[in-house]
């Protein structure tokens, strides 16, 4: 069975804040349906990472391919219909808090300006279903909303356009073990019924454990490893040794430059 070609390739990527060298030389594939953890310490460049993958910044050197597409030779057309293609879920939800469930979740469809308001309508609510919010919710505002209906309203808006990539960063975060568990079984049950490939930035060893088919490894300003869980444990290397005794409180903080 020939393999198909990666959702994502980063090739010799390089980054640098002033005299910081965060990345150097990093490498990464990341094939359509695998669910990739990134871990890595702090300041190990992450959310750069995952943000330069989105296009919201650029790395100094190197190449970084979405769907095929070399971002830094991209037009802006090429842009938004790779923007398109992808949904974000950010740490903390990052809804407006002056828009309802419901406005926060239409908004990606409202800007493409290709929908009648009826037909988003029906779109929204399904998300919201989806996602578990139920129509009585979806016109509160975000402060009336517990954290963990925020999250699961953030991620309806990422999957709003029917997105092929998820991004996911720090997803579990501020959340109790149980709504984490079942934040993942959603995430999980999404991913199969959508077909979705996952990135995920998370510092929450049961959480990677529990859905990560593959965990990338930041460290030595590049990825030192990306394989099945079970196999990246059995590493030799210190960070990962650490990181999987010490468990959730390893990374907790990143640096401004480094993140």
Request: charged share 20%; aromatic share 4%.
């Amino acid at each position: 069975m020939t393999t198909p070609p990666p959702l994502i390739r980063i090739a010799h990527v390089r980054t640098q804040f002033g005299a910081t060298l965060v990345h150097e030389d990093l490498n990464l594939d990341i094939f359509p349906g695998e669910i990739v953890a990134l871990i890595g310490g702090s300041g190990s460049g992450k959310t750069t990472l995952l943000r330069q993958i989105l296009g919201l910044a650029r790395p100094n050197a190197g190449s970084i391919s979405v769907f095929g597409i070399a971002l830094a030779q991209a037009d802006r057309q090429q842009l938004q219909t790779l923007q398109q293609r992808w949904g974000m879920l950010f740490q903390h939800g990052a809804l407006f808090s002056a828009m309802t469930a419901f406005d926060n979740v239409a908004l990606p469809m409202r800007e493409l300006r290709a929908l009648p308001e009826t037909l988003i309508c029906d779109a929204v609510l399904l998300k919201l279903h989806m996602v578990g919010i139920a129509p009585d919710d979806a016109l509160k505002m975000p402060a009336d909303l517990s954290g963990g209906m925020q999250k699961r309203v953030a991620l309806a808006r990422a999957l709003a356009l029917e997105p092929e990539l998820l991004c996911l960063d720090e997803p579990t975060a501020g959340l109790d073990p149980a709504l984490a568990h079942a934040f993942v079984e959603l995430i999980r049950a999404l991913h199969g019924a959508m077909r979705l490939t996952v990135l995920m930035v998370t510092h929450d060893v049961a959480t990677l454990l529990a859905l990560a088919s593959h965990i990338a490894v930041l460290a030595d300003r590049r990825v030192v490893a990306k394989a099945a869980p079970a196999e990246v444990m059995r590493l030799a290397h210190p960070f990962i040794r650490d990181f999987f005794r010490s468990g959730p409180g390893v990374d907790r903080q990143e640096t401004t430059d480094g993140k």
